[in-house]
């Protein structure tokens, strides 16, 4: 079945480092990704979004390129900064009308100043 | 403000109990679903239902029960049948498509359930 591999965390940086957040995924067809994110005691919110190959998702400062070649949906930031601690999902959903998002475990990311 | 909530915040339970978490949406949105959150595995699906009066199992539906009599409501159910149901549930939604499989979730602020 469909699934999603993300990098482990935790991931501590300190602010205006650069930001890379690994995740793959296995599924058939041409999915969307998406890449949410959860601040402590929250639910998710919806980061950025790329529905065909090559696109690129982009908020905030955030992006995501949807590689078809590699299975990935890498998320970067070039200079991140301590309100963007939180835990970050990667998650797709199938192509054909499912409704269903399949997550990847989380990456939890701390941001020191 | 268009949105949705759960209620309530924090929920103790006895072992032994069933209890209800609400989830109600202003969306407008068709599709609902229940996820259950524990520390280190992500989210995993518990319920969906795409349109009023149906609902479809998820991954780990076992001790759960939903109902789906209200487009904005969809309430879940946490048996006593669950055998560790202290977790984090979220509730979401989405407008429902036929063939477009890009339409994002929406997320209520969850519900943290402990098991006492």
């Known amino acids: 079945g469909d699934s999603v591999t993300q990098m482990e965390g935790p991931v501590t940086l300190s602010e205006e480092a650069f930001l890379t957040i690994n995740c793959t995924y296995t599924a058939t067809g041409y999915p969307s990704l998406f890449w949410y994110v959860q601040y402590p005691g929250e639910g998710l919110q919806l980061l950025l979004k790329a529905t065909k190959a090559d696109d690129k998702g982009s908020n905030k400062g955030f992006e995501a390129t949807y590689r078809k070649e590699t299975t990935s949906f890498h998320l970067e930031k070039g200079s991140v900064q301590v309100s963007d601690s939180a835990v970050y999902f990667c998650a797709l959903k199938s192509e054909g009308g499912s409704e269903k998002l399949v997550f990847g475990k989380g990456t939890k990311l701390t941001v020191n100043p | 403000d268009g949105g949705i909530t759960q209620s309530p915040k924090y929920l103790f339970r006895k072992e032994g109990q069933n209890v209800t978490l609400s989830c109600e949406q202003n969306?407008?949105?068709?599709?609902m679903y229940w996820y259950r959150q524990d520390p280190g595995q992500g989210l995993r699906l518990i319920y969906y239902s795409q349109i009023v009066n149906d609902f479809q199992k998820g991954d780990i539906a076992e001790g759960y029960s939903v109902s789906r009599e209200k487009k904005e409501s969809f309430p879940l159910t946490v048996t006593s049948a669950q055998k560790n149901p202290t977790a984090f549930y979220l509730c979401a939604s989405s407008p429902r498509s036929w063939y477009a499989s890009y339409n994002e979730q929406f997320f209520g602020p969850g519900t943290r359930l402990t098991v006492l």
């Open positions: 969306l407008n949105h068709d599709a």
